[in-house]
């Protein structure tokens, strides 16, 4: 009776994989319904969920074309390592801490919504296929961030003999707080360049350095400041943004194709 024959129909059917969506959201509202309000029904409700869930997975690995292909699909691991974290009871132990996280993990439940339509799924595969695309980019941001650091360190480091004067005058006109250097070391010259990155700190960062130019506490110009932080920004944000959405689109065509032919071989 439960042969692959007669249960893969089943698990490949749409309204299969509509009821099981259906179950999904229902069991992620209630999880967050659970953070501050409990009862029986509830209680009944997510378990008899979880039996669903148990039962769904069986029958994808009843339905399975071999067990090395049941495990090489990730959203087959993915949703087994989700159920059987459901499965561990929050008493399973006395300890207030333990408790606590088990109840934490359990709450991870609600990332089975990644898997509710094929659309999600899609977005997923490519973001996760993406993010050795991503580190590379990662690491190209990182070298020229760094690049960038030395030189602005060494155009634009207050000197060690500042005056209290002359401090009070920064200070007067930069929102960044006590940081009227944002170029006193490598450390701190890598944090003021990464937050230009994020559009934050660009105008007041500006406004610093030309003022110490203007007190010559630095020599350079205000065109070699703005030119600098134009030339950044403009590398920084345009340029890595080409990259990080060529490397996703590009992952995205891949994992069309992939689809694409695991269809193929479905209906061979």
């Known amino acids: 009776m439960f042969n692959k024959n007669n249960i893969r129909p089943i698990v490949r059917s749409l309204y299969f994989e509509r009821f099981i969506t259906l179950i999904i959201l229902l069991n992620s509202i209630l999880v967050g319904v659970e953070t501050s309000y409990q009862n029986d029904l509830i209680s009944i409700i997510q378990i008899s969920c979880l039996v669903i869930f148990v039962i769904e997975i069986s029958l994808r690995f009843i339905a399975r074309d071999s067990t090395k292909s049941f495990l090489k699909e990730g959203w087959n691991i993915f949703d087994l390592v989700i159920v059987l974290i459901s499965l561990f009871p929050e008493d399973i132990s006395g300890d207030s801490g333990l408790v606590s996280s088990f109840r934490v993990l359990r709450i991870f439940r609600v990332l089975r919504l990644l898997r509710a339509s094929p659309e999600i799924r899609l977005i997923v595969s490519v973001l996760i296929k993406s993010i050795k695309s991503l580190w590379y980019n990662a690491m190209v941001y990182v070298i020229f961030c760094y690049l960038f650091t030395l030189i602005g360190v060494v155009l634009f480091k207050l000197p060690s003999n500042i005056t209290e004067k002359q401090k009070n005058e920064l200070t007067e006109v930069t929102s960044l707080g006590d940081n009227i250097d944002p170029f006193a070391s490598v450390g701190e010259g890598f944090l003021t360049l990464f937050s230009i990155t994020l559009g934050y700190e660009w105008w007041q960062t500006r406004n610093t350095l030309e003022k110490s130019s203007e ?20 590398f920084a944000v345009f340029l890595l943004l080409n990259l990080v959405v060529g490397a996703v689109i590009n992952n995205y065509q891949i994992i069309i194709e992939e689809i694409k032919d695991k269809d193929k071989n479905l209906n061979i």
Do not use: A, D, K
């Open 215 to 234: 007190l010559q506490l630095i020599e350079s110009s205000h065109s070699v400041i703005s030119t600098y932080l134009f030339v950044w920004y403009g």
